[in-house]
C-alpha cells in the first residue's frame, strides 16, 4: 500500500524566511507526522525515494514571491511553482518532478516571505505562517487552502 502524503519542506536555512519550508516539515515532524521529508535546498536528493516508494500525494512547502503580504499562504499547482518559488535549489523543481505528474497528485503550498536577507532568521510572521500550514497539513486540510491567482 501507497503512502497517502509525503511533504516536501523545501528551503535554505541561511536566507531568513526562504526557511519556511523547513520549519514547516520540522513541526511536523516535533507532532509526529510521517512522511515529512526536509529537504532543504536539495530537494532532487529525493526524487529516488519518490520512485521506490511513490506516495499517493506530494505537497511541496517553501517561501514562494506570490506578491502578497509577508505570512500569506496559497495552493500552487506544479505548473506555477517556477514563477513563484524562491530558487535556492537547484534543479526546478516542475523539470525535476516532472516524470510523476500522471502519477502522483503534486501540489504545493507557497508562503509569502517578508525577508531573504543572508543570516537573518525566520520573521515573526513567517514563523506564525509556518504553524498555521503545518495545522492545517495535520489536519489534512491543506487542499482547501485558497488557489494562488496571479495578480
Request: glycine fraction near 8%; charge should be negative; charged fraction near 25%.
Amino acid at each position: 500500500m501507497r503512502d497517502s502524503l509525503r511533504i516536501w519542506g523545501v528551503g535554505n536555512v541561511l536566507l531568513g524566511d526562504d526557511a519556511a519550508g523547513c520549519r514547516v516539515a520540522e513541526l511536523l515532524r516535533e507532532r509526529g507526522a510521517q512522511g515529512v521529508v526536509d529537504c532543504g535546498t536539495t530537494p532532487e536528493n529525493h526524487v529516488a525515494a519518490l520512485r521506490k516508494n511513490p506516495p499517493e500525494a506530494l505537497l511541496i512547502v517553501d517561501a514562494a514571491n506570490m506578491g502578497l503580504s509577508p505570512g500569506q499562504y496559497r495552493k500552487l499547482s506544479l505548473s506555477e511553482l517556477d514563477s513563484v518559488m524562491e530558487s535556492s535549489h537547484g534543479v526546478p523543481l516542475p523539470l525535476l518532478l516532472q516524470e510523476f505528474t500522471d502519477s502522483i497528485e503534486i501540489a504545493a503550498l507557497g508562503i509569502q516571505p517578508s525577508t531573504l536577507q543572508l543570516g537573518a532568521p525566520l520573521s515573526e510572521t513567517v514563523e506564525k505562517a509556518a504553524h498555521r500550514v503545518a495545522d492545517l497539513i495535520a489536519k489534512d486540510q491543506w487542499r482547501s487552502v485558497e488557489n494562488f491567482a496571479r495578480t
